[in-house]
């Protein structure tokens, strides 16, 4: 039996309004329950047992909703903002109200971001203990220096002190004067403009980023950027059973 729960609580849940709009649909008869009209939005409702409906059209209960979105550059990172487009308000075939991005990509950055309500997950994936590694492409101006590979590897020292872990840099392309290099980098934690921030301390400027993988998760490649689509059944699970993998490099 899935938990109960009340059916103010359920309806709100899924957009259909606020907790005294739904005590007021109740009221005038506009909710039923197995096709009963049910006055009392204090009643409990059990999703896996019980018929809701709405005005005539059904209402199923989602307990957890899991997106892959390719995050395109200009929309911010948060489920509200005054400013810019969220990347939760891209999401438009969203049943819940209360998802939220599984960590932060800067306004410029694109790529893998997860959007779920799933707070334990998400809870796993971006705890520091767990080490989940995070794989970029990235575009870097500026010559990178020969030991680069080394020194990353080691672990840098950021301009302002910080330490960064151990991580893996993979060379793609070369650039030379005004063509970028093109590189990889896998880190396994994600301190503020952490990216850019290691290629500054190299002497360099990232113009292009973009997240390809987190843990187990890998970005679809037919997504566009702002595109997204559910995860499948398989990812969510190999999520939550080992979320924290090493993907490949480390
Ligand atoms: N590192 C950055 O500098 N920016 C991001 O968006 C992600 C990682």
Not at 45 to 52: C, F, G, L, S
Not at 77 to 91: F, H, W
Not at 133 to 143: H, N, S
Not at 200 to 224: F, H, N, P, Q, W
Request: proline share 5%.
């Amino acid at each position: 039996m899935m938990k109960e729960l009340r059916l103010d609580k359920y309806l709100t849940e899924m957009g259909e309004g606020t907790r005294s709009q739904i005590k007021e649909m109740a009221r005038k008869g506009r909710i039923l329950v197995d096709g009963i009209t049910e006055k009392r939005a204090e009643r409990k409702i059990d999703p896996e047992q019980h018929q809701v409906s709405v005005d005539g059209r059904p209402v199923s209960y989602v307990r957890n909703e899991y997106y892959m979105l390719n995050k395109p550059q200009g929309v911010v990172s948060a489920t509200e903002d005054s400013r810019y487009e969220t990347v939760v308000s891209l999401i438009r075939s969203r049943k819940r109200d209360d998802l939220f991005p599984v960590g932060r990509l800067d306004i410029d950055t694109e790529g893998l971001l997860l959007i779920t309500n799933d707070g334990d997950l998400a809870h796993q994936l971006l705890s520091p203990k767990k080490h989940v590694d995070k794989v970029y492409f990235a575009q870097v101006l500026g010559e990178l220096p020969p030991d680069a590979k080394e020194r990353i590897e080691e672990g840098l020292v950021l301009s302002d002190g910080t330490p960064t872990l151990p991580a893996h840099l993979e060379v793609l392309r070369q650039g030379k004067e005004e063509m970028p290099s093109e590189i990889r980098l896998t880190i396994r934690e994600g301190k503020f403009h952490q990216v850019k921030r290691m290629f500054e301390t190299l002497g360099c400027r990232v113009i292009y980023l973009k997240r390809m993988s987190m843990g187990i998760l890998v970005l679809d490649e037919a997504l566009m950027p702002g595109e997204y689509r559910p995860l499948s059944e398989e990812e969510i699970r190999e999520l939550k059973s080992h979320g924290n993998t090493l993907r490949a490099y480390l």
